[in-house]
């Protein structure tokens, strides 16, 4: 749901970096869980190599990604030390609790990383880089009640889905994985999902949609690096920010009338 976006950051010069949460250590029905871990941690580094993306060994087990102080700590460690200007994250509605968790504790971590009373695990000093966060579509392009997630913003990743394909591929065991247990190829699901958010860009082909977090405690209220990194292949969703506007509108309306 992110990689063409990565890949097309590097394009624009940036250095890029790649993290797994879990370890992948449910995704066999086959091999037990140690070896399993091992042959997802070969294919995730394939994977980040492949893209020429630094990577980060994960912090948790598969359905174990919760939302506390020892997880939040060893996050927030990574996050001084690589001091990143964009980050790109789950959604926070998702069908899987590890997706949703994930997203919270990167927000945390990062609102956490310029505190210097708060200590991370190893310890890592505190930094002050402006940090914009974008939480990408979730898988099924729907939250948990059906609902579709509509994103606020399309990146292009037309001319970066064979690359984007290929870091996918690296991960066959989790083929194999969904073969048994749903059905699917996880490739062409990747394809399916890129051109329905495509089409609904009005422009691209194949996309990749990302909602912006609230700046507060991030960065400037403006800063959308996204935008200016990618230019063209960054289309914002004008509903989508007209949208954004009308809850608090409602909100006063009814200030007004209610008793």
């Known amino acids: 749901m992110m990689a063409g976006t ?6 624009a010069g940036w250095q890029i970096h790649y ?9 066999s029905m086959i091999l037990p869980a140690t070896a399993t871990v091992r042959v997802r941690r070969r294919e ?4 980040a190599k492949l893209m020429g993306a630094t990577w980060h060994p994960p912090l948790c087990q598969d359905l174990e990604v919760f939302y506390d102080s020892r997880t939040l700590r060893r996050l927030a460690a990574v996050v001084r030390t690589v001091d990143p ?3 790109l994250t789950h959604s926070p509605q998702d069908y899987m609790e590890d997706h949703m968790n994930t997203a919270r504790l990167t927000v945390t971590a990062l609102f956490g ?3 210097p009373n708060y200590r991370t695990t190893p310890p890592r000093a505190p930094v002050e880089t402006g940090v914009t966060i974008y939480h990408a579509s979730p898988h099924g392009l729907r939250d948990g009640l059906r609902r579709q997630v509509v994103p606020g913003a ?5 001319t970066v889905r064979d690359r984007k394909r290929a870091a996918l591929a690296c991960h066959a065991s989790q083929q194999h ?13 990747m394809d399916e999902f890129s051109r329905t958010l495509g089409t609904l860009s009005g422009t691209f082909p194949h996309a990749e949609g990302w909602r912006r977090h609230l700046h507060l405690g991030f960065c400037d209220e403006r800063a959308d690096p996204l935008r200016d990194a990618l230019g063209d292949n960054y ?25």
Do not use: C, H, W
């Open 6 to 11: 990565l890949l097309l950051l590097q394009d």
């Open 19 to 27: 993290m797994n949460m879990s370890s992948g250590n449910l995704g």
């Open 44 to 47: 995730a580094q394939k994977s």
């Open 85 to 87: 200007s964009i980050v």
């Open 113 to 115: 990383r310029s505190i």
């Open 154 to 158: 399309f990146v292009n990743t037309t």
């Open 177 to 189: 994985f969904l073969d048994a247990t749903q059905g699917f190829s996880y490739l062409e699901l």
């Open 235 to 259: 289309l914002v969703n004008s509903a989508y920010e007209q949208g954004l506007e009308l809850p608090s509108r409602t909100a006063n309306r009814d200030s007004r009338t209610a008793i």
